[in-house]
């Protein structure tokens, strides 16, 4: 076993042994339990970092492989499941902090703490899956592991919207099993990523439509393509780090990276474009960037406002995608990693203003920057990245998508995108000014312990936001090598 | 020597629980009835661990016959040892040892009495025989004769606890039951007038000879078994007598009848079908249709049906009428794949039911409530118990690293070989009614907040280990099915008559 496939694994399962650990010491060990939790994923997230400084000049290798009959279990290291992989972990590690915070008062944090470090084991394995079967179960484990989570609080309408993202989910892996099934018989029990796109050129383009469309719309639903979202502003009843954490980076993305895998492992550039249905995906990403950005306009609550913003802007990463031109795909990939960076910010700020003041609504949020400056300053000075405007990450990302989608002959994206832009600075700007123009009776609290464990993770990330404007360069080793990975240049 | 006990052994299973169930009355006059108990399970685990040696050595050296008291067929009794055999007999050891088990903690406050305690134990072990007797057999006769005492002793576990509702469930079945076996025995009589022989490899051989001379006449016969087997292993529409009878059974009961009861009819009705008639003969017969469509209707109108039930115990029952509808698809799909997904589907059904009926049966003992909506805080209560639960529920959707993802696997490339995509979809459909209707009870008994504060069960220690080996047994045949899968698919190719792969 080499060292990457160590480190691989390791990663992997020293979060199960973090959430074995957690659940196993009593309830009243705080302290304790505070320390297994974010000394894991600090652990897990160093080991994917270290593969990264170590694998990346090598490209891919195989790196684990077990029989399971004749599915066989098999992680693999390659760019794409690494730049997921890095972004989930790191993330996750700021989120256990600010779980600590949040969660100081709460009387179910074992379980909370346990399904956490959970899902996080099962997300590093979507990263890491070398084949669709793999990839299909850890998939599967994270809609199981992450349905605690959503209905924490265990009130009515918690359980509902737990209800709904089992089914929508459920549903969602069942189009995945049939689609993985049809693609067994057609490659002849072929699911390794490296070698479907070999297997499948036998097939007629009637088949690979179908099996092509099964895939989309089971992935579709955890990457929240309309009309498959109506699981995830529902699924905003839960704490807010898991929010944060899981509906604007982890589960989310996992969905997306499900597409990507589709497009670009399973089918590959040149199948997809022989395949002509470019012109549906790229109307199916544009409808659902509009609309979200419209929806969320009309949201009053914060959280559900961001819910929408994130179906807007997930759909930018699958534009990016679907326009199958490199310079789109580097875009798809650098909105992918700064829009989980910016998000998560503003999940956060807004979990603190909920959390020290109650105030859950974008109208009762007047004067809030008066008493959270730290926070609301954040929350606006990163609104700004979302909107796309420099010196911030996000300007970055859809300016290549931009670049992309010129290179490709298609100048209508454009004028979708800048619209999105805009719909964007109609419903952030707004929040920031009144929060910060705006009166209210709130009188300043003492600062706890609390706070603090909230506010450190939401500024560092915060300041990534502004360090990846003025320095995009320093994403482009990663980058490069996904887009190295999929197009032959 | 080692051939001889070998061959010995395969009787000896059957003997050796035959006479044990008739000696449990006499050892429950023993002052600790525990005795008994443990007797009982001892002989079980002996039971699975011939049956693992058994299929070991069938794997190793290929199939044998036994004849028995030395009589040659087709005059003397003959015992067939093929991979079905081996197969099925640890099928049957892995679930009723901890069945026996689990039942051995209160059996006696369960059933009322001491000495109606000694007789569940006979009952037990005679079904148990008689499972493992249908599992050897090798002729229609013996089929017949097992059929009947497995079928007289589950209606007789039914009414272990002599109450009203469990004496009217268990007439109702011993009705239905009586009408299936005369189905079948007339069935038997059918194949008996054509072939003249009751060793199923003899009446092969005849028919593969002279089945075009009478076709019709063949159809009815097959009909007949269908209809007979198909009452008895609760075939959508013939399945009326389940619910009631597996859910007002104690828990021990519901398990043993729904999880492996049921599966000795499909056992005898797969070596009717593909020994006795043959392969090549059966899949030229539209039967194989009718019972895939059967199938494919039990699927849905199963798991509807157990969405429908609020009681705990009837939404299971419902749902074994549901999963028997898997097993009855793959045997109409009469392919490789179909065939390997059957024998899978016994396995992990087997193991899977048995467990969500015993943990069912601890969490409505301990809570005193049976209905789902009524749920609200037991898993607090039972963390242990509801964990097992839930494993059985994952596994019973078909999660990969479950059994039940293993052998669904295997369903849906068997449908696919054959380009039937309604199966596919039925296939993944039933998935998802499963998860509709087990995952609201984890809902409930996790996160639904409790009326009042749950007070902290103490199941047994004995029962937790029951409920815990079979949850080893789920994953590990999930995980690493290897071994399992290898048996399953020599018995498919056993069935199906084609070259044994290397």
């Given at each position: 076993?080499?060292?990457?496939?160590?480190?691989?694994?390791?990663?992997?399962?020293?979060?199960?042994?973090?959430?074995?650990?957690?659940?196993?010491?009593?309830?009243?060990?705080?302290?304790?339990?505070?320390?297994i939790?974010?000394?894991?994923?600090?652990?897990?997230?160093?080991m994917?970092?270290?593969?990264?400084?170590l694998?990346?000049g090598?490209?891919?290798?195989?790196?684990?492989?077990?029989?399971?009959?004749?599915?066989?279990?098999?992680?693999?290291l390659d760019?794409l499941?690494?730049?997921?992989?890095?972004?989930?972990?790191?993330?996750w590690?700021?989120?256990?902090?600010?779980?600590?915070?949040?969660m100081?008062?709460?009387?179910?944090?074992?379980?909370?703490?346990?399904?956490?470090?959970?899902?996080?084991?099962?997300?590093?394995?979507?990263?890491?899956?070398?084949n669709?079967?793999?990839?299909?179960?850890?998939?599967e484990?994270l809609t199981f592991?992450?349905?605690?989570?959503?209905?924490?609080?265990?009130?009515k309408?918690?359980?509902?919207?737990?209800?709904?993202?089992?089914?929508?989910?459920?549903?969602?892996?069942?189009?995945?099993?049939?689609?993985?099934?049809?693609?067994?018989?057609?490659?002849?029990?072929?699911?390794?990523?490296?070698?479907?796109?070999?297997?499948l050129?036998?097939a007629?383009?009637?088949?690979?439509?179908?099996?092509?469309?099964?895939?989309?719309?089971?992935f579709?639903?955890k990457?929240?393509?309309?009309p498959?979202?109506?699981?995830?502003?529902?699924?905003?009843?839960?704490?807010?780090?898991v929010?944060?954490?899981?509906h604007?980076?982890?589960?989310?993305?996992?969905?997306?990276?499900g597409?990507?895998?589709?497009?670009?492992?399973?089918?590959?550039?040149?199948?997809?474009?022989?395949?002509?249905?470019?012109?549906?995906?790229?109307?199916?990403?544009?409808?659902?960037?509009?609309l979200g950005?419209?929806?969320?306009?009309?949201?009053?609550?914060?959280?559900?406002?961001?819910?929408?913003?994130?179906?807007?802007?997930?759909a930018y990463?699958l534009?990016?995608?679907?326009?199958?031109?490199?310079?789109?795909?580097?875009?798809?990939?650098l909105?992918?990693?700064?829009?989980?960076?910016?998000?998560?910010?503003?999940?956060?700020?807004?979990?603190?203003?909920?959390?020290e003041?109650?105030?859950?609504?974008?109208?009762?949020?007047?004067?809030?920057?008066?008493?959270?400056?730290?926070?609301?300053?954040?929350?606006?000075?990163?609104?700004?990245?979302?909107?796309?405007?420099?010196p911030?990450?996000?300007?970055?990302?859809?300016y290549?998508?931009?670049?992309?989608?010129?290179?490709?002959?298609?100048?209508?994206?454009?004028?979708?995108?800048?619209?999105?832009?805009?719909?964007?600075?109609?419903?952030?700007?707004p929040?920031?000014?009144?929060?910060?123009?705006?009166?209210?009776?709130?009188?300043?609290?003492r600062?706890?312990?609390?706070?603090?464990?909230?506010?450190?993770?939401?500024?560092i990330?915060?300041?990534?936001?502004?360090?990846?404007?003025?320095?995009?360069?320093?994403?482009?080793?990663?980058?490069?090598?996904?887009?190295?990975?999929?197009?032959?240049? | 020597?080692?051939?001889?006990?070998r061959?010995?052994?395969?009787?000896?299973?059957?003997?050796?629980?035959?006479?044990?169930?008739y000696?449990?009355?006499?050892?429950?006059?023993i002052?600790?009835?525990?005795?008994a108990?443990?007797?009982?399970?001892?002989?079980?685990?002996?039971?699975?661990?011939?049956?693992?040696?058994l299929?070991?050595?069938?794997?190793?050296?290929?199939t044998?016959?036994?004849a028995?008291?030395?009589?040659?067929a087709?005059?003397?009794?003959?015992?067939?040892?093929?991979?079905?055999s081996?197969?099925?007999?640890?099928?049957?050891?892995?679930?009723?040892?901890?069945?026996?088990?689990?039942?051995?903690?209160d059996?006696?406050?369960?059933?009322?009495?001491?000495?109606?305690?000694?007789?569940?134990?006979?009952?037990?072990?005679?079904?148990?025989?008689a499972?493992?007797?249908?599992?050897?057999?090798?002729?229609?006769f013996?089929?017949?004769?097992?059929?009947?005492?497995?079928?007289?002793a589950?209606?007789?576990?039914?009414?272990?606890?002599?109450?009203?509702?469990?004496?009217?469930?268990?007439f109702?079945?011993?009705?239905?039951?009586?009408?299936?076996?005369?189905?079948?025995?007339l069935?038997?009589?059918?194949?008996f007038?054509?072939?003249?022989?009751?060793?199923?490899?003899?009446?092969?051989?005849?028919?593969?000879?002279?089945?075009?001379?009478?076709?019709?006449?063949l159809?009815?016969?097959?009909s007949?078994?269908m209809?007979?087997?198909?009452?008895?292993?609760?075939?959508?529409?013939?399945?009326?007598?389940?619910?009631?009878?597996?859910?007002?059974?104690?828990?021990?009961?519901?398990?043993?009848?729904?999880s492996?009861?049921i599966?000795?009819?499909?056992?005898a009705?797969?070596?009717?079908?593909y020994?006795?008639v043959?392969?090549?003969?059966?899949?030229r017969?539209?039967?194989?249709?009718i019972?895939?469509?059967?199938?494919m209707?039990?699927?849905?109108?199963?798991?509807?049906?157990?969405?429908?039930?609020?009681?705990?115990?009837?939404?299971?029952?419902?749902?074994t009428?549901?999963?028997?509808?898997?097993?009855?698809?793959?045997?109409?799909l009469?392919?490789?794949?179909?065939?390997?997904?059957?024998?899978?589907?016994?396995?992990?059904?087997a193991?899977?039911?048995?467990?969500?009926?015993?943990?069912?049966?601890?969490?409505i003992?301990?809570?005193?409530?049976?209905?789902?909506?009524?749920?609200?805080?037991?898993?607090?209560?039972?963390?242990?118990?509801?964990?097992?639960?839930?494993?059985?529920?994952?596994?019973m959707?078909?999660i990969?690293?479950?059994?039940?993802f293993?052998?669904?696997?295997?369903l849906?490339?068997?449908?696919?070989?054959?380009?039937?995509?309604?199966?596919?979809l039925?296939?993944?459909?039933?998935?998802?009614?499963?998860?509709?209707?087990?995952?609201?009870?984890?809902?409930?008994?996790?996160?639904e907040?409790?009326?009042?504060?749950?007070?902290?069960?103490?199941?047994?220690?004995?029962q937790?280990?029951?409920?815990?080996?079979?949850?080893?047994?789920?994953?590990?045949?999930?995980?690493?099915?290897?071994?399992?899968?290898?048996?399953?698919s020599?018995?498919?190719?056993?069935?199906?008559?084609?070259?044994?792969?290397p």
């Amino acid at each position: 076993m080499s060292v990457g496939v160590a480190l691989v694994l390791a990663s992997i399962v020293i979060t199960t042994i973090g959430a074995i650990w957690v659940a196993a010491i009593p309830g009243e060990a705080k302290t304790q339990r505070h320390c297994i939790v974010v000394g894991a994923a600090l652990v897990s997230a160093a080991m994917v970092w270290y593969l990264l400084y170590l694998g990346l000049g090598s490209g891919t290798y195989p790196a684990f492989r077990v029989g399971i009959a004749s599915l066989s279990l098999d992680l693999t290291l390659d760019p794409l499941g690494l730049t997921y992989g890095i972004l989930a972990s790191t993330l996750w590690v700021f989120a256990s902090i600010y779980s600590v915070g949040y969660m100081e008062h709460d009387t179910k944090q074992r379980q909370y703490f346990t399904f956490f470090l959970v899902s996080a084991g099962i997300t590093l394995g979507i990263a890491f899956s070398g084949n669709l079967f793999t990839f299909y179960l850890f998939y599967e484990l994270l809609t199981f592991a992450t349905y605690p989570l959503v209905v924490h609080s265990g009130t009515k309408d918690a359980l509902e919207a737990g209800r709904k993202y089992i089914r929508y989910s459920l549903v969602g892996a069942s189009f995945i099993l049939a689609a993985i099934v049809m693609l067994w018989t057609l490659t002849g029990g072929v699911l390794d990523f490296s070698s479907i796109p070999a297997a499948l050129a036998t097939a007629s383009s009637g088949q690979l439509r179908i099996l092509f469309f099964l895939f989309l719309i089971g992935f579709g639903v955890k990457a929240a393509i309309m009309p498959l979202h109506g699981w995830l502003p529902s699924a905003m009843v839960a704490p807010t780090p898991v929010s944060a954490l899981l509906h604007a980076v982890a589960v989310v993305n996992a969905g997306v990276f499900g597409v990507l895998r589709t497009v670009y492992s399973v089918f590959g550039v040149d199948l997809v474009k022989s395949l002509s249905v470019r012109p549906i995906l790229l109307v199916l990403c544009s409808v659902t960037i509009i609309l979200g950005s419209l929806i969320a306009l009309k949201q009053d609550v914060l959280k559900r406002r961001l819910a929408y913003s994130t179906i807007s802007q997930l759909a930018y990463i699958l534009l990016g995608a679907f326009i199958l031109h490199p310079l789109a795909l580097a875009g798809a990939m650098l909105h992918m990693i700064f829009h989980s960076t910016l998000k998560i910010v503003l999940f956060f700020a807004a979990g603190i203003v909920a959390e020290e003041t109650g105030y859950l609504k974008v109208s009762e949020l007047g004067g809030t920057g008066r008493i959270l400056p730290v926070t609301m300053g954040s929350f606006g000075i990163i609104s700004l990245g979302m909107i796309g405007m420099l010196p911030l990450s996000g300007f970055w990302s859809k300016y290549y998508l931009m670049r992309g989608s010129l290179a490709a002959d298609a100048w209508i994206l454009l004028v979708v995108l800048l619209l999105s832009g805009l719909l964007n600075a109609l419903y952030f700007i707004p929040i920031t000014v009144s929060a910060f123009t705006g009166t209210s009776d709130l009188k300043p609290r003492r600062k706890t312990k609390a706070l603090l464990f909230m506010l450190v993770p939401t500024v560092i990330i915060a300041a990534f936001g502004v360090i990846f404007g003025l320095y995009p360069g320093l994403t482009l080793p990663l980058v490069d090598a996904v887009v190295a990975q999929f197009f032959s240049l | 020597m080692a051939l001889a006990f070998r061959d010995n052994l395969a009787v000896l299973v059957v003997v050796a629980l035959l006479s044990t169930a008739y000696i449990m009355p006499l050892l429950t006059k023993i002052r600790r009835f525990r005795v008994a108990e443990y007797f009982a399970v001892a002989m079980l685990g002996l039971a699975l661990s011939g049956g693992i040696y058994l299929a070991r050595e069938i794997l190793l050296h290929g199939t044998f016959t036994y004849a028995v008291g030395g009589w040659p067929a087709p005059w003397g009794i003959e015992l067939s040892l093929d991979a079905v055999s081996g197969f099925f007999l640890i099928t049957i050891g892995v679930v009723a040892t901890p069945i026996m088990l689990y039942a051995s903690v209160d059996l006696i406050k369960e059933v009322g009495s001491r000495s109606r305690a000694a007789w569940f134990l006979t009952l037990f072990l005679l079904l148990v025989a008689a499972l493992c007797g249908l599992a050897v057999t090798g002729d229609l006769f013996n089929i017949y004769v097992m059929v009947e005492v497995a079928t007289i002793a589950s209606c007789a576990i039914v009414a272990a606890r002599n109450d009203a509702t469990s004496v009217e469930a268990t007439f109702k079945y011993l009705m239905l039951a009586t009408i299936g076996s005369g189905f079948v025995l007339l069935g038997i009589g059918f194949l008996f007038v054509l072939t003249g022989n009751l060793n199923m490899n003899f009446i092969a051989q005849e028919l593969s000879m002279s089945w075009q001379k009478y076709p019709t006449a063949l159809w009815v016969c097959l009909s007949f078994f269908m209809v007979g087997f198909g009452v008895k292993s609760a075939l959508f529409p013939l399945h009326v007598w389940l619910p009631d009878a597996h859910s007002t059974a104690i828990a021990p009961s519901s398990a043993m009848l729904s999880s492996l009861a049921i599966k000795g009819y499909i056992i005898a009705l797969l070596k009717v079908f593909y020994v006795a008639v043959g392969a090549k003969i059966i899949t030229r017969l539209p039967i194989t249709d009718i019972l895939t469509l059967l199938g494919m209707v039990a699927i849905i109108a199963g798991a509807l049906f157990a969405l429908a039930q609020d009681e705990l115990k009837r939404r299971l029952a419902f749902s074994t009428i549901s999963q028997v509808g898997y097993i009855f698809l793959g045997i109409g799909l009469g392919n490789i794949h179909g065939l390997t997904g059957t024998f899978m589907h016994i396995l992990s059904h087997a193991t899977t039911k048995a467990l969500l009926f015993l943990a069912a049966g601890a969490m409505i003992k301990h809570t005193g409530k049976s209905r789902i909506s009524e749920m609200a805080g037991v898993g607090a209560a039972m963390p242990v118990t509801v964990g097992a639960f839930a494993v059985g529920s994952l596994s019973m959707i078909g999660i990969p690293l479950f059994s039940g993802f293993v052998s669904k696997w295997q369903l849906l490339l068997g449908s696919l070989a054959n380009g039937n995509y309604l199966a596919v979809l039925v296939l993944v459909g039933g998935s998802l009614l499963a998860a509709a209707y087990l995952l609201p009870v984890l809902r409930m008994a996790f996160f639904e907040r409790p009326l009042q504060k749950p007070v902290v069960a103490n199941v047994s220690y004995v029962q937790l280990a029951a409920l815990l080996f079979l949850v080893v047994v789920i994953i590990s045949v999930g995980v690493v099915p290897d071994g399992v899968l290898q048996l399953a698919s020599e018995a498919a190719t056993a069935l199906l008559g084609l070259e044994v792969l290397p």
